[in-house]
């Protein structure tokens, strides 16, 4: 189903993030409306319900006209309809969908965020006509969604696509291959590929602790410890990437979040993992193609979008 495949009222998305919260209304053609971010609330779950309904609130005032809701988060529901597995962790256990359509008055759909990436590039974006669509969030968490034939793939778990919370595979000697995860576990891929796991890695060879986008200017700059950090996590990100193609082999893997834009990335690690994919070398090259997002960080709020309105 495309965006503009039948009539359809505009479509509300947000998407709930651990440090801001994005509001897009669309229109049936995937137009923007109007737009809005705001800081995520800190002191608790009913802070954050209060934000999101506030939200609403404001894209009613601003469009009279009916629209649908669907908001991405990290995690995922259970049967009985609590989140589960989400990295904002005051929001494990809650029914958020369940207290949110109470305080509106009205339906809405939940979703896990990385599925919200993968349904909206998989509709318009850098997945768009693929059969099948592998979406991972680069970020403050790892996630990833799947998409096949332009429909989110959901699990009886709920948990496909939970690429972060497996161990990074083949490790290399001299790595630490088991930092602790805030899931329980040691040595997943989020622990390790996450932006806080990119500072602590550059931090841990050179003493100094900078963010993701300070180590991708100071490489920029030519810093060789800096360009050392960002050879670090590629191939790591290529270890990741190549058990997915050995698992799922999808056609598009799509790069969103914020650390999808350091740079070369989507040329380096495809240069990387055929050393990982179980393949046939230079006669047998891997055809997966690497790109980021089309929508870039508007891509989660869209896909909200669309599946509150493939919902309504």
């Known amino acids: 189903m495309t965006a503009a495949a039948s009539p359809a009222p505009l479509a509300l998305g947000i998407d709930l993030g651990g440090t801001k919260i994005e509001a897009l209304l669309l229109d049936a053609a995937g137009r923007e409306v109007w737009r809005e971010r705001i800081a995520t609330p800190q002191d608790g779950y009913a802070a954050i319900v209060a934000a999101l309904v506030a939200q609403v609130a404001r894209a009613r005032q601003t469009s009279p006209a009916p629209f649908t809701i669907g908001i991405g988060t990290p995690g995922s529901l259970t049967p009985a ?31 896990n965020d990385a599925n919200c990436l993968a349904l909206s590039e998989a509709t318009d974006g850098a997945g768009a ?15 990833a969604g799947i998409a096949v034939q332009g429909q989110v793939l959901r ?3 709920g948990l496909a696509g939970e690429w972060g919370h497996n161990p990074l595979p083949w490790a290399v000697p001299g790595e630490d291959p088991w930092p602790a995860c805030y899931c329980g576990q040691h040595g997943c891929i ?63 893997i799509v790069l969103g979040g914020g650390l999808s834009r350091l740079p070369s990335l989507c040329t380096r690690v495809p240069a990387l993992w055929s050393r990982w994919v179980f393949s046939g070398g230079e006669r047998d090259p891997v055809r997966t193609r690497l790109v980021p997002a089309h929508h870039g960080d508007a891509s989660g709020v869209r896909g909200a979008a669309w599946l509150g309105r493939q919902a309504g």
């Open 129 to 143: 006509g693929a059969a099948v669509v592998f979406a991972a969030i680069l970020g403050t968490g790892i996630g």
């Open 155 to 157: 699990g009886p778990n």
């Open 81 to 111: 309809g609590r989140l589960k597995n989400s990295n904002t962790t005051c929001l494990n256990g809650r029914t958020l969908q369940h207290d949110l359509q109470a305080a509106l008055q009205r339906p809405l759909v939940l979703e």
């Open 190 to 252: 989020e622990a390790q590929l996450s932006g806080p796991a990119l500072a602590r890695d550059h931090a841990r060879h050179t003493g100094a602790m900078l963010d993701a986008q300070a180590i991708a200017s100071a490489a920029a700059g030519g810093d060789p410890a800096a360009e050392a950090t960002l050879e670090r996590n590629a191939q790591r990100l290529a270890r990741a990437l190549a058990c997915v193609i050995n698992l799922l082999d999808p056609d598009v």
